[in-house]
């Protein structure tokens, strides 16, 4: 459940009911998916106190979608991130997904607007795609063509794409779909980057027709601090099916979760001997603000 009567959300300024709050049916954020937004995660740290991860991060990122899509952007990064606690604080919240929206007032026509609104939700999130590792089919759908999107931008228009892959994974037996650029080289999943794992190196596919993932730049980091090769390219979908020894999602809600198959080719190496299962504890790690070590065999 996302929300009950007494859930809190901050809106433009001010924290009000969820249940109470309104917003515009004339606008273009409604009718022609014309808003930004972000999905970010606080956890019960180690310590006890919750921590919103890479807060500024993904607060600056919502702010270049935004300005990607020619949307004005009056709002201070500080003041959002404290506005965010509070939202976390006011519903008792710890373990959360929360979730900025910056949209548009009324205005059917396509010209530029004057203003924008904001909203930011949060419930609580504990696995958002399950823990057991994933059955992934390449989807008919491809991610929008960089040239008629800004595919930088997390756009609410371009989730309809994620929608139509997702429901038609689902649709024939599979967990989650993997999407195509518009070239045909494997790009991402309808809500998380991906990774494949060959010979102890992990590929992942070059920014450019992808949403340049928060997750997926922590990967990287994860890479550089214990020394796992990686390496940014372009490759098909056959080439991870004939290549891989795993291969994983990553993202904001999926964290970082392993697939089982692809197609229903499954891969070689179980789960827990590979690198990128000691990248997804160091993961949990970083979230949870605890030291790890990794140690490798
Ligand atoms: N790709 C798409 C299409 C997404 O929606 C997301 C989720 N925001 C990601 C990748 C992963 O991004 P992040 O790690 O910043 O959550």
Redesign the pocket.
Known sequence: MYYNENTIIYQNGQFVKASEAKTDLYSQSLHYGYAVFE?IRSYKTASGETKIFKEVVHYERLKKSALALNMPYPFDTGELVAATYKVLEQNNLQDAYIRPLVYAPANMSFNKNTESFIVIEAWEMGLFLGDKLLRVMTSSFQRPNPKGFKIEA?ATGHYVN?ILASQEAKANGFDEALLTDMNGFAA??????MFYEKDSKLFTPSLGN??P????ATVLEICAEHQIEVEEKLFTTDEIKQQADTAFY???AAEIVGWQSLDDVEFKKPWNETVSALVQKAYKAKVLDTAYIVNRR
């Open positions: 999905g997390k994620s991402e999943g309808p809500g998380a980057n992808i949403l993932g928060i997750t997926r990553c993202g904001t």
